[in-house]
C-alpha cells in the first residue's frame, strides 16, 4: 500500500478535469520558464556584453583613483595614476585563472577634424590583451586597431559610430584629439581613424573613442595608466579571484582596489533587480492563475468523494492522514504538471530559439536583440517545485473543508 | 590653462608707477595691471599649482595687446606653444600638424574660460561703479567695485583692491553674472626696478575649491619680438626657439634683462 | 438498577448506551433523533436494532461507534467512555476496535479488494507481511480469496458487501457495526451475508450490531431490539440457533 499510488490512481478518478488542471499546471510552469529561459538569457547577455564589451572580468587601480572617480567606468576626468601596473600585472598574470590583464587609459578631451569638434571619452587599450582577454570590438567599418604599439606619428583611434558622425570623419581621415594632460597643461596629437564601432548603446557611441594605450600615454604625456583589465577563463571565479588578488595586494603602496564587472557596472544590477521584479511579478500572477484553478479542481475532487473520506474518518484515519492523502493528489499535479509544463517549455524555447525572432532595440541600444532562451536544469526543479509549493497552497482550502467535516454528515451524503 | 590666463594677466601688467591719488577712475587707469605693461617682451615664469605642487616653466612671447605666444619649457612638453592672436587662441603641438584652435571661453584649465580674464584691460572695459577706502594692516586700500561697459563680458563684476600708498593692486576678484566669485588674482610680490611688475601672484579659481596657482616670474625682459613667431601656419620661427645655439632669440638684441 | 447494570455483571458490556439523546437541525427544524435509549450489550451479542426509517436506528450505530457525539446520554465501549476521549482517541478506537459494515458498502473505488481490507491495517503502521496474513485470512473467510486484486466496480453488489466485511473485521475488532447492510442487495445475496455476519459471529465471537428493517434479518435474529420514535420500544433477548 504506497499512498503516493493511491494519491495517484485518485488523481485520475475524473480524468478530464485532471487533465485540465495538468494543462493549467503545464501551461504555467511552462510559461515561467520561458520567463526565467528570457531573463536568462538576457543577463548572460547583458553580462558578456558588458565583460567583452570591454570591462573585463575585474579591474585593478589605484584605490585613490576608484573612489574619486565613483565605481563605474565612467572616471576619465581623472589622470592616470597607476604607476607600478607592470609589476601588479605580472603577479596578476601568473594566476592560472587569468587569461590577461590588459592597462586601460581613461582619458576625455575634445577630438576635432578642423571643421567640426566634439568631446569624447577616450578609452586607451592594449589590442593584444584584449584579444586575449575575449574583449569584442563591434566594428562599424574600418578595420581594428593594429596589435603592435604604433611608433610616433602612426597613431590610429577608433572612433564610436555617433561620435565619428558628428565629426564627419570615417576610416582613413585625420582627426585630432587635444586633452588636458596629467601635469594641468594641454596636449594635441593627430590621429588616423582605423575603424568605426559600436558599443551598442547610443548615448556611449556619441562619445567614445578607443585607441592604443601607447597614443594616449604620448597624448596625456605619462607613463602611468588608469586601471588594469582583467579577464578570467570562468566568469564563475571572478569572486574567489577578487577576494585572493585583494589579499595578494593588500600591502600594495598606495592602496590598489580590486572590484569584480558587477560593481563597475551598477547598470547591470539595476536592470537585473528590475528584471527580477518584473519575474516576481510574473510568478505571483502564475502562482495565483494556478492556485486559484487547481484550488477549486481539487476542492471539487474533495466534495465528490465525501462520503470516501467520510468512510475513511468512521474506519479510523485521522484528519491529518486525509489531508495527506490530499496534498499527495495536488503534489502528484505538481509534479506532473511540472514536467510537462518543463517538456513544452523546453520545446518551446528550443523553437523560440531556432527561429531567431528579432525584436527592436532595448533603450538607449543600438542593435535589435533577437529573441532567444537559455533553460537550464535548475529551472526546470525550480519550476517543479514552485508549482509543488503552489499546489500545496492550493489545497489548503479542500484540506479545512475536511477538517470540518462531519463524519455523520459525511456517510450521508451522495 | 590657469597657469596661462595668469601668466597672461602678468604680463600684460608690468610697469607701474606711484602717482598721487585723484578719482577712483584716475586710480583704476594708474594701477590698471592690464594696461600697464611693455608692449613687446619675453618673459620666464615659473606656475605651480597642485598638491604637491607640480611646477611648470612658460615662456611668454609678448607682442602689443593682440599677439602672445606661450612656450611650454618642460622637457616633455618641448614644441608646445599656445599662441593667442587679438581673440583667438591656438594650441600648436608636434604631434598635430596643424594649429588646434582652442574657443577662448573653452575650460581648457581649471575651469577658467580664460578669454575673459586674459588682457583684461580693467580701465578700458570696466566702469568704476562705487570707491570705497578701508584699512588693512599696511595701510589704506581703496575697493573699487567695477561694472562692465559691454554685456559681451564674461565677467560683469571686479572687484579691484589697490593699496593708496602705492596705486598698486593688491588682488581682483572676477565674478559671474549670478554674482558668484569665479576668479581671485592676489598680488602677492612686486619686483622694484626699471621695470615695475608684480613677481609673485596667486590665481585662485573660486569655483573650484583649492585650485590656486602660484605664478613667479623667473625673467623678465622687454624687447622687441619678431612677427615671425606669431605666424600661425609657418613654425619656423617658433621651432628655432628650441634650437640649442645660434638659435633665434640669439639673434635678437635684448634691451633690459631683470 | 437497569436490565443492562444487571447483566454487566453477569458477563462483560461491550456497549452500554445511557440516556442517549441526539437531535439533529434542519434548517430552523429541530428533528429529535434519539430521545432517551438505554441499552447494554454484552461482549459476542448479535443485535439487531429495527425499526422504520427515521427510528433512530443510524444514529444509535453511530453514536455507538463514536462517529457522534450525543447531546446528552453516554457511551461506554469496551470500558471506555467514548465521550471522554478526544477525537484522535476515537479515531484510534474505530480503527482498531471496531468495524464498520455500510449499507452502500463504502468501498474506496480506486483500491483493489485486497487494498481496501488492508488499508486500516495500514493506517495502524501494521507490517506489510502481517497485513497481508490477515487480509488474505480475512477475504478467504468471506469467500472472496480469488477475487482480491478486483476493484469494487468489477465486483458484484454481494461481493463488495463481503469485501466491506472483510475490511470491517480483518483487525479482529470487539465489536462490528452494520448499518442495512443488506438493503442494497436483493434478498438471497442479503440471506447469504447475514449468514456470514452469523458465522463470524460464532467462529469469531465478535460482536455485531445490526441496524435493518429487513423482515428476514428480523426473522433470524438473536436479540431484537426494536427502535421507535427515538426509543427503544422492544428488547427482545434470544441466542442465535
Not at chain 1, 504555467?28 to 529561459?37: C, D, K, P, S
Not at chain 1, 577576494?243 to 598606495?254: F, I, K, N, T
Not at chain 1, 481539487?298 to 486525509?322: H, P, Y
Request: hydrophobic fraction near 45%; proline fraction near 5%; include cysteine.
Amino acid at each position: 500500500m504506497i499512498p503516493a499510488s493511491i494519491a495517484l490512481r485518485n488523481l485520475f478518478r475524473n480524468r478530464r478535469r485532471s487533465i485540465l488542471s495538468l494543462v493549467i499546471v503545464s501551461v504555467g510552469t511552462a510559461g515561467l520558464l520561458l520567463t526565467v529561459g528570457f531573463v536568462r538569457y538576457s543577463f548572460e547577455g547583458l553580462r558578456e556584453a558588458i565583460i567583452r564589451g570591454g570591462l573585463g572580468h575585474l579591474e585593478v587601480a589605484p584605490a585613490d583613483a576608484l573612489e574619486a572617480g565613483g565605481a563605474g567606468a565612467d572616471r576619465p576626468g581623472l589622470p592616470p595614476s597607476f604607476r607600478d601596473w607592470n609589476q601588479v600585472r605580472d603577479v596578476i598574470e601568473s594566476r592560472p585563472n587569468v587569461l590577461g590583464a590588459g592597462a586601460t587609459i581613461q582619458f576625455a578631451g575634445v577630438a576635432t577634424t578642423g571643421d567640426s569638434s566634439a568631446s569624447f571619452f577616450g578609452v586607451a587599450v592594449e589590442p593584444d590583451r584584449e584579444r586575449r582577454i575575449g574583449i569584442d570590438l563591434r566594428l562599424r567599418g574600418g578595420s581594428n586597431l593594429g596589435e603592435t604599439p604604433p611608433s610616433e606619428g602612426e597613431e590610429t583611434v577608433l572612433l564610436g559610430i555617433g561620435l565619428a558622425r558628428a565629426l564627419d570623419a570615417g576610416p582613413g581621415d585625420t582627426v585630432t584629439l587635444v586633452a588636458p594632460t596629467p601635469d594641468a597643461s594641454l596636449n594635441a596629437l593627430d590621429l588616423s581613424v582605423a575603424g568605426v564601432f559600436t558599443t551598442g548603446f547610443q548615448d556611449l557611441d556619441s562619445r567614445i573613442l578607443k585607441t592604443h594605450l601607447i597614443t594616449a600615454q604620448r597624448l596625456l604625456g605619462t607613463d602611468y595608466v588608469t586601471s588594469l583589465v582583467v579577464g578570467l577563463t570562468d566568469a564563475e571565479t571572478a569572486d574567489r579571484t577578487v577576494a585572493d588578488l585583494r589579499a595578494e595586494l593588500a600591502g600594495h603602496s598606495p592602496p590598489l582596489s580590486v572590484l569584480d564587472w558587477e560593481t563597475r557596472a551598477p547598470f547591470y544590477g539595476q536592470v537585473r533587480s528590475l528584471y527580477r521584479s518584473i519575474f516576481v511579478f510574473l510568478g505571483i500572477i502564475v502562482a495565483l492563475l494556478v492556485a486559484l484553478s487547481t484550488s477549486n479542481t481539487i476542492m471539487m475532487s474533495v466534495l465528490e468523494r465525501i462520503r470516501e473520506f467520510g468512510t475513511l474518518l468512521a474506519i479510523g484515519t485521522s484528519r491529518t492522514q486525509l489531508a495527506g492523502m490530499v496534498i499527495l493528489e495536488a503534489l502528484w499535479l505538481a509534479i506532473l504538471g511540472g514536467l510537462g509544463g518543463s517538456g513544452l517549455g523546453i520545446a518551446l524555447a528550443a523553437l523560440i530559439n531556432v527561429l531567431e525572432i528579432e525584436m527592436p532595440p532595448p533603450p538607449a541600444a543600438v542593435d535589435p536583440m533577437i529573441l532567444a532562451l537559455a533553460v537550464v536544469p535548475a529551472d526546470l526543479l525550480f519550476a517543479v517545485a514552485f508549482m509543488a509549493a503552489i499546489l500545496t497552497v492550493a489545497a489548503i482550502p479542500p484540506i479545512l473543508r475536511l477538517f470540518r467535516l462531519q463524519i455523520v454528515e459525511a456517510l450521508g451524503h451522495v | 590653462m590657469l597657469l596661462l590666463l595668469a601668466a597672461f594677466h602678468f604680463a600684460s601688467s608690468l610697469v607701474l608707477t606711484p602717482v598721487p591719488t585723484s578719482s577712483p577712475e584716475e586710480l583704476l587707469r594708474r594701477s590698471d595691471v592690464g594696461a600697464l605693461g611693455p608692449d613687446s617682451f619675453r618673459a620666464r615664469l615659473a606656475l605651480r599649482s597642485g598638491s604637491p605642487a607640480a611646477s611648470h616653466e612658460v615662456e611668454i612671447w609678448r607682442s602689443g595687446d593682440a599677439k602672445t605666444l606661450v612656450r611650454f619649457l618642460a622637457p616633455k612638453e618641448r614644441g608646445r606653444f599656445l599662441l593667442r592672436l587679438e581673440n583667438q587662441l591656438w594650441l600648436l603641438t608636434p604631434g598635430a600638424k596643424k594649429p588646434v584652435r582652442l574657443s577662448p571661453s573653452h575650460r581648457v584649465y581649471g575651469g577658467v574660460r580664460i578669454d575673459e580674464v586674459l588682457g583684461v584691460r580693467l580701465a578700458a572695459n570696466y566702469l568704476v561703479e562705487s570707491a570705497t577706502e578701508e584699512q588693512d594692516d599696511e595701510g589704506a586700500l581703496i575697493v573699487l567695485e567695477l561694472r562692465a561697459r559691454s554685456e559681451d563680458l564674461l565677467f560683469p563684476e571686479v572687484r579691484y583692491v589697490v593699496r593708496v600708498a602705492t596705486e598698486r593692486p593688491i588682488s581682483a576678484t572676477y565674478r559671474l553674472r549670478s554674482g558668484r566669485e569665479a576668479t581671485a588674482v592676489d598680488f602677492l610680490q612686486w619686483h622694484e626696478g626699471d621695470l615695475i611688475y608684480p613677481s609673485r601672484v596667486i590665481v585662485s579659481d573660486l569655483l573650484r575649491k583649492g585650485s590656486r596657482t602660484e605664478i613667479e616670474v623667473l625673467e623678465m625682459e622687454e624687447r622687441p619680438v619678431p612677427s615671425e613667431l606669431f605666424e600661425l601656419d609657418d613654425p619656423s620661427a617658433r621651432r628655432a626657439l628650441d634650437q640649442p645655439t645660434g638659435s633665434f632669440p640669439e639673434r635678437l638684441e635684448s634691451t633690459k634683462v631683470h | 438498577m437497569t436490565d443492562a447494570h444487571a447483566m454487566s455483571q453477569a458477563s462483560p458490556l461491550c456497549f452500554e448506551a445511557r440516556g442517549l439523546v441526539r437531535t439533529y437541525r434542519q434548517g430552523k427544524v429541530t428533528v429529535p433523533a434519539l430521545s432517551g435509549v438505554d441499552l447494554a450489550i454484552s461482549a459476542g451479542e448479535f443485535v439487531v436494532i429495527a425499526g422504520p426509517s427515521g427510528s433512530g436506528k443510524s444514529t444509535l450505530l453511530h453514536l455507538l461507534g463514536g462517529l457522534d457525539r450525543p447531546d446528552r446520554g453516554s457511551v461506554v465501549f469496551a470500558g471506555t467512555d467514548l465521550g471522554s476521549c478526544t477525537e484522535a482517541e476515537r479515531t484510534a478506537i474505530r480503527r482498531d476496535q471496531l468495524g464498520f459494515v455500510f449499507q452502500s458498502f463504502n468501498l474506496v473505488p480506486v483500491l483493489s479488494a485486497y487494498e481496501n481490507v488492508e488499508y486500516g491495517l495500514w493506517l495502524g503502521g501494521m507490517a506489510r507481511g502481517e497485513r497481508r496474513r490477515l487480509v488474505v485470512r480475512a477475504l478467504e473467510e468471506v469467500g472472496l480469496s480469488e477475487r482480491m486484486d478486483h476493484r469494487p466496480d468489477h465486483l458484484s453488489g454481494g461481493e463488495r458487501q463481503r469485501v466491506a466485511l472483510a475490511r470491517g473485521l480483518v483487525h479482529d475488532p470487539i465489536a462490528i457495526l452494520a448499518d442495512e447492510p443488506t438493503a442494497s442487495l436483493d434478498s438471497r445475496t442479503g440471506a447469504t451475508i447475514v449468514e456470514l455476519f452469523i458465522r463470524i459471529n460464532q467462529t469469531r465471537g465478535t460482536t455485531f450490531v445490526f441496524a435493518t428493517h429487513d423482515p428476514a434479518i428480523i426473522a433470524r435474529a438473536p436479540r431484537l431490539v426494536r427502535l421507535g420514535d427515538g426509543r427503544v420500544i422492544d428488547d427482545g433477548r434470544g441466542s442465535v440457533s
